[in-house]
């Protein structure tokens, strides 16, 4: 069983930038293929980015395409989400995710994932 806890919200201004990371348990971490959506209040749950297994492969939500950056440190059993000028459209609750595969055909499906972090509130202020 892999649990995920995600830190590193809060308040931000437009603008500005803020990190996201989320901690894996569990040794097999490097070889799951993970991910971050994120909610808005009174909206379905949105994809934001996929990271592979290695880290070599990225993919990223239409929207957030120059602004976001996912990363991962395997050693550490940690996934990162770089949230460079942000929106007040990017307010939401971030949830990271993890695959039971390295890799998965389509990465901004949430079916994809079987493991959910509990989530972190991101407020972006104008």
């Known amino acids: 069983q892999v649990q995920l806890v995600e830190s590193g919200g809060g308040l931000v201004q437009a603008g500005g930038s803020l990190r996201l990371s989320c901690a894996a348990s569990g040794s097999t971490f490097s070889g799951y293929a993970m991910g971050w959506f994120r909610q808005a209040p009174g909206k379905e749950r949105e994809f934001v980015a996929h990271i592979n297994w290695s880290g070599r492969s990225t993919y990223y939500a239409d929207s957030m395409k120059g602004r976001f950056t996912i990363s991962r440190d395997n050693a550490k059993n940690t996934v990162n989400l770089q949230m460079n000028s942000p929106k007040p459209e990017d307010t939401a609750v971030y949830y990271c995710?993890?695959?039971?595969?390295?890799?998965?055909?389509?990465?901004?499906?949430?079916?994809?994932?079987?493991?959910w972090g509990q989530g972190t509130q991101v407020t972006v202020s104008s």
């Open positions: 995710a993890g695959s039971k595969y390295g890799s998965v055909p389509q990465p901004g499906e949430a079916g994809e994932y079987t493991y």
